[in-house]
């Protein structure tokens, strides 16, 4: 199925336009990953690890059967992700981890739940409830050192499918890992010493960094995530990547 089509599955699953739900009856393409600290699909995604297949353009779209421990949900497509020999950059972190995740499509959910070798760590219960844009979680690692290979599960309410995502840490002292970042003890938030000025009109095949302010339908938009545009990607209809002034 072309990334129009897809995409255009994705947006019916939000609500845009009800003419979009006629393009196929296949699951979206976009429904929900861990940004912070980066998941491997996010790592893709950004552009830090190369060699990833398709997940680049499509980074919340590890979905599976429920009950699996593998980074890819057992799908061929996303096989990549669940390649342990790749130079995966680590976070490093403390004992306790701040996880966010950009919800692209919010599914009813009963639980998320985190792993590390296979032993649950966390889970949180949703009831059923939808969740917002994003959704936080602090996770306690229970001690454990060096580095990690931590299991992110979103499972769907009202589907017998989940949402898989692994995130590598490394945590306390000890070899650096392949690529370092920080993770802060609270909020990270986002200081503009100075506006950008604004690169022009939003166009399709431009490659956009984060910050970068364009117009589109007679209002500004800033960037919020590094990417490259593509049609049916038009700042008022991906809110995960563009934000309006």
Known sequence: MSLKRKFAALLAGVGVAPFLVVVSAAPASAHGYITSPPSRQAMCFEGRVSDCGDIIYEPGSVEGPKGQQNCHGGDGRWAPLNDDRKAWPATRVGDSVAFSWAILANHSTSTWQYFIGGTKVAEFDDHGRQPG???????????????IKLLAVWNIADTAMAFYNCV????????????TTTEPTTEPTTTEPTTPPVTGPWAVGVSYAAGVRVTYGGATYRCLQPHTSLAGWEPPNTASLWQRL
């Open 168 to 179: 590598d840490l490394q945590v306390g002292s000890g070899p650096a890992p392949t690529t």
């Open 133 to 147: 844009t994003t959704v936080r979680h602090n996770v306690g690692l229970g001690g454990r050192t060096g580095r």
